[in-house]
């Protein structure tokens, strides 16, 4: 049983090659980190794995669910963490968890007090990184993919995500 | 989709546009307060109605309906990337996605146009609600055939935005026409006629917009 399998999975655009044909096999749980040679065939790889894009080629699995055919389930399993950090001069921090509450349907209390929880964990880490994190572990997800997070605050996510499966892309290139 | 996440979306949409809605409200007050209203002499009723429709409708069915493409416009991927990513992430259909991001761009067209019938009202041309109701009507059905160019591109785009600029001219023709040439039946017929065509363009529109937004793919 994997959380998130890939098989010569791949994402063309054009005539440019972003993502190679891969494989990649997640078991519920485990930690995985995959480096990537640029910022966006990483991107590509993260957004893939969170079925927020679609391999061009190959397939992509995440728990029993393509995220050609059923997006929908796959989202109710994998979360995704942008690159970006928030930006908080747009949205403020509470007003962010109850927004994410509110699109996964999550009990605004429930919601709450799983933020302050996580909120502990992530301690040290600016609101601006924090909270992305934050926003995805809210709905209790078993996947988390983190697309280029920093590398410092790796071990601490980590810490905090150590219920679900967890798959880190990084660069191997300053971006 | 629960009514809270759509509420979520809407309110964060509209937050984050904010500025632009107070804008386009103000935009819509000035261009309703200088719009000229006056038509000359006409004796015949047909040609007086036909130039009365024309003239009065003009402002609020094409600046409004400008001023809704403008917001729909916005709606595109990249102005508030962290919104569109975790609306994307977030366990909704296209369809539903679509139904919520939708909702934002018309309620600030629909806010535009009532300011701009204020306007009017209060510079001492009141239009009738008949005529607040046709240029509603369009202004949402090009706001809506709008949003499907947020999320396409090249000519997919451009033919979005062609479209959006040829349900005005539709809308704006029936409104002035249909109603001017149905009098014998009454205004119902005219009046009927735009809503109805707006109404099916406009479902249309939504349609193809939660589509595209199934398909869309963020990397592009």
Known sequence: MHILRFRDA???RGAQTIVAPSNLDLAPGDHMTRACSSAPE????????????????????????????????????????????????????????AYRAALWDID????????????????????AFAYPILGALLPLPQLLVLDRPHPAFVPQILAAASDCAVLVVETTVQS | MTLRALRAVVGARLRAERRSLVF?????????????????????????????????????????????IAIALMQGPGRHAFLDTTERSAPLFGRELARAKALAPVLSATLATLVYWAAQFLSGF???????????????????????????????????????????????????????????????????????????????ALRQYGELLARYDPLT
């Open chain 1, 10 to 12: 791949a994402y063309v």
């Open chain 1, 42 to 97: 990483a991107e590509a790889l993260a957004m893939m794995a969170a079925a927020l894009a679609r391999a061009t080629s190959g397939t992509v699995t995440i728990g029993e669910f393509d995220p050609r055919v059923q997006p929908v389930h796959c989202k109710r399993i994998a979360a995704f963490v942008p690159h970006d950090p928030l930006p908080l001069s747009q949205i403020d921090a509470a007003r962010y968890v």
């Open chain 1, 108 to 127: 605004p209390a429930v919601a709450r007090s799983r933020a302050q929880r996580l909120r502990e964990q992530l301690e040290g880490m600016h609101e």
């Open chain 2, 24 to 68: 386009s409200c103000a935009g819509a007050a000035i261009v309703g307060f200088v719009q000229p209203h006056g038509i000359t002499a006409i004796t015949d009723p047909l040609t007086a109605d036909v130039a009365t429709r024309s003239v009065w409708l003009a402002g609020p069915m094409f600046f409004c309906s400008t001023i809704g």
């Open chain 2, 126 to 204: 009141a239009a009738p609600p008949t005529f607040f109701l046709l240029a509603i009507a369009c202004v949402l059905a090009s706001t809506l055939v709008a949003l499907n160019a947020t999320v396409t591109a090249g000519v997919a785009r451009a033919g979005a935005l062609a479209c959006a600029a040829a349900t005005i001219v539709v809308a704006y023709v029936l409104a002035v026409y249909a109603d001017a040439y149905s009098t014998k039946s009454g205004d119902a017929v005219g009046v009927a006629t735009e809503l109805v065509v707006c109404a099916i363009i406009g479902f249309v």
